[in-house]
């Protein structure tokens, strides 16, 4: 979101504003010696401008930002009362580590890093592969892996499948190799350089050469080939997977083109698009190339373009080139890589870069406090590039813990980092804290859609140490055990679909339609016969139900002891509604990105088509949204966590308080409450729907303080 149109015009209009109090308090000295350095940094800066830094945020205002910014979402009522109320001078720090190990930590930056790798679970060749990579993803920001680390295993993706390495859907991606090295430099380098793919750069120095140059390092990588399981490691495996498949039947002696036909028409779907390989191919310039220092269709080496590149091991295969691209991309000794790590987390933190854009960097950049980019470029490093360490450091500022600068910041003017910039939620954030209101935290629940999707990955890992363990001879003997008890259920299956057709003919058209369905079930049950054979009963099953599976669209059941627990009429309506309550699930566990018309679409995530795409600026059909949607009734649906803790309560002016507390982390103040005591007064009952149909959609829930 553009910092200078926080509080535009149109954003007043499409939210009812609440008025923002915040309780004073005194500045909380910084815990850590780096983060007394940051402050140190910006204090320098603010002496010569000068200007003052913004007063200390509130522990009301630190709980729900530290939520949001770390956990992706807003505390519950207990989470939020027990911050409150604890007088542990630490307690900050401690609520900063502990949700930095909380698995809202991996769901909040998964959504960042898929907007900015643009993960998306609709890749054309695989929706396994694309699954898998953003599965990877999940477990890597988890496991805290360095990000210099990270960075090469995507890059390095080993040959082979996702299967053995989600991490292969970083290539998978995009199918033009030239597009995808584009991508990778300007979100690791923060360097756009795409205009160079079809002629010199006319803002830059990067030529078209440089730009071939660089992209014959990661130009082997073939999404082809590699498909076949009869073929993988075989002696002609390079020249396809007919020719190698034939070689392998020579090897076997008897085996003929018919038995390895039937094994791969089982097989190979199950496989497809889900694997790459490396290969020695490198780029050739285009026909109409038009500059002297090159010839058209010339075959360009890899040539890095600043610095110098690794020497390369193993000689000039594709996995050494890569290793060389990787090791140069991610070395000491280049500092944009650091430094634009290092700058990306300080925008996310504070909501601007200190170089901005934060991947438009050019020899001439220069940010807008050079001292302190310099010092947090060095912080990284020496932190190892754990995120989490390097997060840690910043949320333990002074700086980060005043409150936010809601003045606008005009373009081209330099913000000085007085305090946070106010922020509107992402479209994740906002959408986790309705599940959060409505659901509790969810953060440790997995989706019934990725427990299987884990279970499909290894379900095809099973398949392929059978195919690897047995070969092409034993899996054609698995397939022919059993010949004749096909050629009955061929035979069988012909019969029926003729007394289908003669049914038809006699417009007995339910029986026609029983017919071919037990021949459909025939037939799939003589494929199954041979997976079940190669990989166990249940796992052909699952093999068979493929990925996405068939109903996962289905309507999330109903918890029989919820349902227990309620009175009859809320029995009856939670039974009939049952499906239109699905603030259950958070966003990263959700289909990415959403299809068009979700809420979280509507609401500014990316379509992940292009780099950090998403979109947090209020339209009308957001506000629409929330105005006239379904949510305040998910909010009050008996299934509800918020329905059921209100629900406990018999006093009015006692669940306006509790609201207020889901929402916002605190209390009303007393402007508000007599304002709020008028409300109770009118509408009775009535008010606490009211009020939170008024918070839904104010000011001070949509936006981080």
């Not at 007063?55 to 956990?71: G, T």
């Not at 906002?430 to 599940?435: E, Y």
Request: net charge neutral; proline share 6%; aromatic share 6%.
């Amino acid at each position: 979101m553009n910092p200078s149109r926080i509080h535009a015009p149109a954003t007043r209009a499409l939210f009812h504003v609440l008025l923002i109090l915040t309780a004073s308090s005194v500045v909380q000295g910084a815990n850590l010696p780096e983060s007394r350095k940051i402050d140190a940094l910006l204090a320098s800066e603010w002496e010569k401008v000068p200007c003052k830094p913004n007063p200390p945020a509130s522990d009301e205002v630190m709980v729900r930002r530290l939520y949001l910014d770390i956990a992706g979402r807003v505390p519950t009522m207990e989470e939020a009362r027990e911050f409150l109320q604890s007088d542990d001078a630490q307690k900050r720090m401690k609520l900063i580590d502990k949700l930095l190990a909380s698995d809202g930590y991996t769901s909040q930056m998964f959504n960042y890093w898929a907007d900015i790798l643009r993960i998306e679970d609709d890749a054309k060749r695989s929706k396994v592969a694309a699954a898998a990579y953003g599965e990877d993803v999940k477990r890597c920001l988890k496991e805290n892996k360095p990000f210099d680390e990270f960075v090469r295993t995507l890059i390095t993706a080993d040959d082979g499948g996702v299967w053995d390495n989600g991490s292969i859907g970083f290539y998978l991606r995009d199918e033009n190799r030239l597009d995808h090295l584009a991508y990778a430099v300007q979100v690791f380098l923060g360097t756009q350089i795409i205009c160079a793919q079809c002629h010199d750069h006319p803002f830059d120095k990067w030529t078209q050469l440089d730009y071939y140059g660089l992209a014959a390092f990661t130009y082997g990588v073939s999404l082809k080939g590699y498909d076949d399981p009869l073929m993988a490691g075989g002696p002609n495996a390079a020249k396809g997977p007919k020719k190698s498949a034939k070689a392998a039947a020579s090897a076997q002696g008897n085996l003929d083109n018919g038995d390895l036909t039937q094994v791969r028409q089982i097989i190979i779907p199950m496989l497809k698009g889900s694997s790459v390989r490396s290969t020695e191919k490198l780029p050739q310039l285009p026909d109409d190339y038009k500059y002297e220092d090159a010839k058209p269709g010339q075959v360009i080496q890899p040539k890095v373009i600043f610095g110098q590149a690794p020497v390369a091991e193993g000689g000039r295969s594709g996995r050494a080139l890569r290793e060389q691209f990787a090791r140069w991309m991610t070395s000491p000794d280049n500092p944009r890589f650091a430094t634009v790590i290092a700058n990306r987390l300080w925008k996310k933190t504070f909501g601007a870069g200190l170089i901005e854009p934060v991947d438009e960097m050019t020899d001439a950049t220069v940010a807008s406090n050079p001292a302190l980019m310099e010092y947090l470029a060095r912080l990284i490093v020496e932190q190892k590039y754990s995120l989490k360490a390097f997060l840690r450091v910043l949320y333990d500022t002074e700086t980060y813990q005043r409150t936010a600068s809601s003045h606008e910041v005009a373009p081209g003017e330099t913000y000085h980092f007085t305090g946070p910039l106010l922020r509107r939620m992402s479209a994740e954030q906002i959408w986790d804290s309705l599940v959060t209101l409505a659901s509790g935290n969810v953060d440790s629940v997995t989706s019934e859609q990725n427990q299987y999707l884990h279970q499909h990955i290894g379900d095809l890992k099973s398949l392929m140490d059978a195919v690897r363990e047995k070969g092409v001879g034993g899996l054609v003997e698995i397939a022919n055990r059993g010949s004749g008890q096909r050629e009955t259920t061929k035979a069988k299956v012909a019969q029926l679909r003729l007394e289908a057709e003669a049914l038809k003919k006699d417009n007995r058209d339910e029986e026609s339609r029983s017919r071919l369905e037990e021949a459909s079930r025939l037939r799939k049950g003589s494929k199954n016969d041979f997976l079940a054979a190669v990989v166990g009963e249940e796992r052909a099953r699952s093999l068979r139900k493929g990925y996405p599976p068939k109903n996962d669209d289905a309507p999330p059941p109903i918890d029989p002891a919820a349902l227990a627990a309620m009175s009859k009429p809320d029995r009856k309506e939670a039974i009939n509604q049952a499906a239109l309550f699905t603030l259950t699930t958070r966003a990263s566990e959700l289909h990415s990105p959403e299809r068009p018309g979700h809420l979280l679409r509507i609401l500014g995530q990316s379509d992940r088509e292009q780099i950090q795409n998403a979109s947090a600026e209020a339209t009308v059909p957001q506000a629409l949204a929330l105005l006239n949607g379904p949510v305040a009734g998910e909010l009050d649906h008996p299934l509800s966590k918020l329905h059921e803790q209100l629900a406990q309560v018999n006093n009015v002016r006692e669940r306006v308080d509790m609201i207020y507390l889901a929402f916002l982390s605190r209390r009303p103040t007393d402007r508000e409450r007599t304002i709020l005591d008028q409300m109770i007064r009118e509408r009775g009952d009535k008010a606490p729907a009211d009020l939170i149909h008024a918070l839904l959609t104010g000011t001070e829930f949509i936006f981080i303080q």
